[in-house]
């Protein structure tokens, strides 16, 4: 009888065939430019040039995102009727509008199952973002960044000039021809509580027109290399680390020195450089200044809503400090010898080392530091 030992099979990560399915999605591989793609002149280049990619960026925190996304859209659609991740196509853009929602006049002409629950007063289209807690604070005060603003006056554009795509699936909603967009609607969802924000806005068709004039210079620019790179490189930017097209963005990079270092040609780089800095760190100390005025001046005041802010402190807590009569019985009790003068830390590394806890007490008179914490407010129920 032959023995044959088995080896346990390797273990595989499921993000392995998480990557696989998101490279199959459409937008993974297509040309035109989409969701993402309008976040850098230089990348939307890339694109649209069928340029090489050099990198595959970690898509995890990304795709988490997706799948949140799909579900939630799903429950809005079964639930309330929305129309959901809706293309709009011309020949350069294409993408899905996450939701739109209907007026009673534009909802009137669709076949009855078609039409929404609950139309809207105006047409609207709704971009649902999905944002980790690390930046929700930033989310809140400062809403949708140029991008993804850009990106939702382009979609939102494609439904006022175009209408629907025409596409299985949705040719009921093509026939209705060019749709009246009058507001746009963002609604951040955080991924880690599950907070809500939305934010709305009218339609501006200027705005519009200013994200359609991105895109054609880009379309107009010869090579991706004539246009701008709008993020500072990897290592200072998380969208410049995340991007596919590094490597040929940031070319011939010496061993061991930061990207940026290709930005400088000769000496008038390196004086324009220095100027940045000492303009940088002249901001940097009044920004400063500001701060540590406003911290002192705050120093007694109770934790509470002021105008657009929130203020919570932290810290300030009784502080401890290691018990040492405690920690002398203990070594009694355990049979430890006691050194004739006690020394607190070599005391403290023997009860660590035999796992013991450390007994501590209140160190009289003394607090932790105290640490502000600003917030913007968030709305009232
Ligand atoms: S590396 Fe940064 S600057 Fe270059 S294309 Fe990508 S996002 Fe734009």
Redesign the pocket.
């Known amino acids: 009888m032959s023995t044959q030992s088995f080896a346990p099979p390797a273990s595989v990560s499921i993000w392995d065939a998480a990557h696989a399915a998101d490279a199959r999605r459409p937008r993974s591989r297509q040309r035109q430019l989409g969701a993402s793609d309008t976040?850098?002149?230089?990348?939307a280049g890339?694109i649209l040039h069928g340029v090489e990619r050099t990198h595959s960026p970690d898509m995890r925190a990304a795709i988490l995102g997706t799948y949140i996304h799909q579900g939630l859209l799903e429950d809005a659609r079964r639930e309330y009727g929305w129309l959901v991740e809706r293309t709009v196509t011309d020949e350069v853009l294409r993408g899905h509008i996450d939701i739109v929602q209907l007026d009673a006049a534009t909802a009137a002409r669709l076949p009855k199952r078609h039409r929404p629950v609950q139309p809207a007063d105006v047409v609207t289209v709704e971009d649902v973002k999905t944002k980790s807690g690390r930046i929700w604070d930033r989310v809140v005060r400062y809403g949708p960044t140029a991008a993804e603003m850009r990106q939702v006056l382009l979609y939102a554009d494609l439904l006022r000039t175009v209408g629907f795509a025409d596409v299985p699936g949705q040719r009921y909603l093509h026939r209705l021809g060019p749709i009246d967009v009058q507001h746009i609607r963002f609604r951040f969802v955080c991924r880690d509580t599950g907070e809500e924000h939305v934010q709305e806005f009218a339609f501006d068709p200027w705005l519009a027109t200013e994200a359609r004039w991105w895109v054609d210079r880009v379309l107009e620019a010869p090579t991706p290399e004539d246009l701008p790179?709008?993020?500072d490189?990897?290592g200072l930017?998380v969208?410049?680390d995340n991007?596919a097209?590094?490597g040929t963005?940031?070319p011939g990079v010496p061993p061991g020195m930061p990207a940026q270092t290709i930005l400088v040609h000769d000496d008038a780089d390196r004086a324009q450089a220095l100027a940045d800095y000492v303009r940088g760190h002249e901001m940097y100390r009044e920004g400063k200044r500001l701060k540590e005025k406003a911290r002192a001046m705050l120093a007694d005041s109770p934790e509470g809503r002021y105008g657009d802010n929130e203020l919570g402190w932290s810290g300030g807590n009784p502080k401890q400090e290691v018990d040492v009569a405690a920690m002398v019985e203990q070594f009694e009790d355990a049979d430890l010898v006691v050194p004739m003068l006690p020394d607190a830390e070599a005391m403290v590394e023997v009860l660590r080392r035999a796992g013991m806890t450390v007994p501590m007490r209140k160190a009289a008179g003394q607090r932790t530091p105290r640490s502000i914490k600003v917030s913007p407010a968030r709305p009232t129920a």
């Open positions: 976040i850098c002149s230089r990348r890339y790179r709008d993020h490189g990897p930017s969208i410049c991007c097209f590094r963005c940031w």
